[in-house]
């Protein structure tokens, strides 16, 4: 999809900075080599005296130099990467790339790479033998200090990523923008009646997937847009993240009036479905989740032992699911006019993303309180943001899942704390501001 791309571009304009500052740094090189003469105030010294080629042969050496600095630090930044693959989670490797501090160096390099070479081919291409003082020198030493010394700030900036908390604070920065910034944007202008049911036939024509891959993204607004114009209804059975086969079946077409879908009409439906061959966290708030829940895990895997880890990472769980309640909960339908669905596509419930959420830290927990502390208050907080009975119900079902584990075990005395937690959550889902400890243990006055 071309104009995903160019979306994407736009969005993130990292790549047209790059391009802009090298376009920069090839005009100053241009404009500079042709300079002969020393204007500057003595204040700066002056400018470097040579001949055409022992100033080609400098520039040389300047980006010899450049080149050399750039990859040691490159090198440097790699087992940090590897690393943080290896202890958190390696759906973290892209996040890292697109977040790496040194990757603000790198437009600077460029700029001073660019700078070099265009002074070196325009010094090769005039005509002058003499020596005269050659002020491109001196701004190319000045570029290349610039971009040292951003370099090393930068590179003590990467340190901070292998912090457990800064990790985990990019992940969740990631999902609320996937959720505020892209889903919740998108689907506020769109007519959505999540109780509005699409019927379709045992005739509906299949919709095929165009090509392998997971899919990324459905841009709902083109889908009702085109499935308007060409007066068919459109149901997409498959979430956002799922892979899919080429071919495979990825929803079904009905027209108005029950007639033959044409192969163009398919074709155009198809190319509003975003398929890549990796999921992308701009419109999957689950992958973002996954990670999340990976870190969990792995710190509660035998070889780390690391509970702490485990709550940290389950509390920014907890502060995620109070995000994801805001979405539209249920399947997405665009209704027309007179309330019938024209598009309808199926979407994770809240209740999905937390049985996600606890399945699997509950599952390598081994009892452990202070991880159950820790999922007694995602329980908690899904319980008082969910606006259905059912999401309501998973997490009441996640407290009586938490009692269960505690009531199994002989040691007692270690989950004192756990089951006065238990309580107020209790006490929360039925509308009791305190609990009988509470009580007990403060002066209230009366309500």
Not at 10 to 23: F, I, K, M, Q
Not at 79 to 95: C, M, T
Not at 355 to 381: M, S
Request: proline content about 5%; glycine content about 8%; charged content about 20%.
């Amino acid at each position: 999809m071309p104009t995903h791309r160019l979306r994407k571009l736009l969005r993130e304009p990292y790549w047209l900075l790059l391009g802009g500052l090298v376009v920069v740094g090839g005009m100053l090189g241009v404009a500079l080599a042709r300079v002969q003469t020393d204007t500057a105030p003595a204040l700066f010294g002056h400018a470097w005296r040579g001949d055409v080629d022992d100033t080609r042969g400098a520039l040389g050496a300047l980006l010899g130099l450049q080149i050399t600095v750039l990859t040691i630090v490159l090198s440097l930044n790699a087992p940090v990467i590897q690393s943080a693959a290896n202890q958190y989670s390696p759906r973290l490797v892209p996040i890292y790339l697109r977040n790496a501090p040194l990757r603000r160096a790198v437009p600077f390099f460029a700029l001073s790479t660019s700078y070099i070479l265009t002074a070196v081919r325009e010094l090769g291409v005039i005509e002058d033998d003499g020596i005269r003082p050659r002020p491109v020198l001196s701004g190319a030493i000045f570029l290349l200090l610039v971009a040292l010394c951003l370099l090393i700030v930068f590179l003590a900036r990467t340190f901070r990523f292998l912090r457990v908390e800064r990790v985990l604070g990019l992940v969740q920065h990631l999902i609320v923008s996937a959720t505020e910034r892209r889903i919740q944007a998108r689907l506020k202008r769109l007519p959505l009646d999540p109780a509005a049911t699409l019927r379709l036939p045992a005739d509906a024509t299949s919709l095929l997937a165009s090509s392998s891959g997971y899919l990324a993204e459905v841009d709902l607004p083109a889908l009702a847009r085109l499935a308007r114009r060409w007066n068919v209804r459109v149901r997409i059975c498959i979430t956002v993240g799922e892979y899919v086969d080429q071919e495979e079946v990825v929803g079904w077409v009905v027209a108005d009036g029950r007639g033959p879908v044409d192969a163009h009409v398919l074709h155009g439906l198809a190319g509003t479905l975003l398929i890549t061959s990796a999921r992308e966290p701009d419109c999957d708030p689950a992958l973002g989740l996954r990670i999340l829940v990976d870190v969990a895990n792995r710190a509660l895997s035998s070889s780390s032992n690391d509970a702490y880890t485990a709550r940290q990472a389950l509390q920014q769980i907890r502060s995620v699911m109070r995000r994801l309640a805001a979405l539209p909960q249920g399947d997405w339908n665009v209704v027309d006019p007179d309330g019938r669905a024209r598009v309808s596509v199926v979407a994770l419930r809240l209740r999905d993303y937390l049985f996600l959420a606890v399945d699997g830290p509950l599952h390598y927990a081994g009892g452990d309180p202070e991880v159950l502390e820790e999922v007694l208050q995602i329980a908690l907080t899904v319980g008082l943001v969910a606006r259905d009975a059912e999401d309501r119900a998973a997490a009441h079902a996640l407290l009586a899942r938490v009692l269960a584990e505690v009531q199994g075990s002989p040691e007692r005395g270690r989950f004192h704390r756990l089951l006065t937690q238990a309580e107020r959550v209790r006490a929360s889902f039925q509308g009791e501001r305190r609990t009988s400890i509470e009580r007990g243990r403060a002066d209230w006055l009366p309500d």
